[in-house]
DNA sequence: CATAATATTTAGTCTCGCCTAAACATCACG
DNA sequence: CGTGATGTTTAGGCGAGACTAAATATTATG
């Protein structure tokens, strides 16, 4: 019952879990079970265990069969590991001539070694980004986060000019196709049409058009192009 | 008996293990469980049983109470780990404003998170450094290295003029006073007297002079200052 | 050469974080 | 409203890697 009141260096797992916990409670619900196992590539009871410690160390509550909410403290953690993750792509793929697909494994590796005033040394080379390559929002130091809501591209209305503000896979096999017909964020496109019962779609990105399916559609996020003068291009 | 053929990925502490016995036994013997516990701040039953463990992968041989050393295996992947650490201090020190005080506990971390791709990334940034911030040789991607042999500062003759070439510690504090008295890898200095029975010793480097107590002294290497211009300024 | 000092290993535990098998809850549906 | 599908937890175990206390080997010394 007593809460923690100081939290020792955190091991791997428990950083690892605290964004996965993070992650999946952007849906608006606590977090299961069976998702953060698989999410995590762990067995269920492997999970439960470690949630009831994480629970003890009040870093979040727990409901047995509910699901998991990260309290203030485990919120915060979380964020810190994002920051870390986001300012490493970013860092990366400026200054290391590292893709778009390849960023991710690396800073999953190296969000767990690195000191705060590393990463704070990397966003100021960076010039204290608020985006990832992919468009993700960068949580700042302080632990603010932009959670900007973007459209699925299945869901804009056909004939409407949008901008590609992010892109939510981190399948280095779907980041490497979407850069291939140049879908990245800053891209400005129209969609040309949308077939029905949740069929592809068909889109004209300057003198090019492409047809897309719609589960990979679904992680490209867009904006109304009127947006697009506050879109960063790195 | 049977040597294991394939080396899964290493654990944190196998590659300490590994890093700290290729250090000790470059005193020519082979590293002393003791020795190894004091360097890795672990007790000695445990280094122990870690040897044990080693020696049945292969990495290292150890005769009971001899002390134990690295296999070609072993060695192998103890330089990888060097390599990585000081292509890692060096980068942080040249693109990161690191001071070369602190890099040391960064790498220490990093090292263990990197990919190999990721080093050889820095290592090109950099120019393919052979020696690292303090001097020390980085050794190749190949496994090579140059285990030059420098003269401690107090063995170096009075009066004559020598050049700086690696400071071997990795202790801040005494890395930050050196640093005040400009007595970094590079520096020309003329050694002007030394006080007998290990006495302190003072030195001139332009229009500075200098005393130094024989401990931290034996930390300074140099070699003839004909050498001078082989020497790196970063 | 015996004995003390020092170095090393053995024996026995502990914690963390994972696993499988089995028990138990919850929910959707006939 | 019972029944099966699905999700979650409990029970029991294991390996890595650390620890302390105690036993044993080596080295140094009188």
Redesign the interface.
Known sequence: MAAALIQEPLTRSVEDYLKAIYHLSLKGEPAGTNDIAHLLELSPPSVSGMIKRLAEQGLLTHAPYRGAELTADGRRLALRMVRRHRIIEAY?VQ????DWDTVH??AE??E????D??IE??AT?LGDPRVDPHGDPIPGADGSIDELVFVPLPEVKTDSRVVIRRVETSQPERLRYLATLGLKPGTVLTVVQQQPFNGPITIRSGAQEHVIGAELAMSVLCSPAEDENRVRHP
Request: proline share 0%.
């Open positions: 990366l200054f290391l001539a590292y494994e690396e590796r190296l767990h070694a690195v000191s005033a590393l040394r990397m080379a």
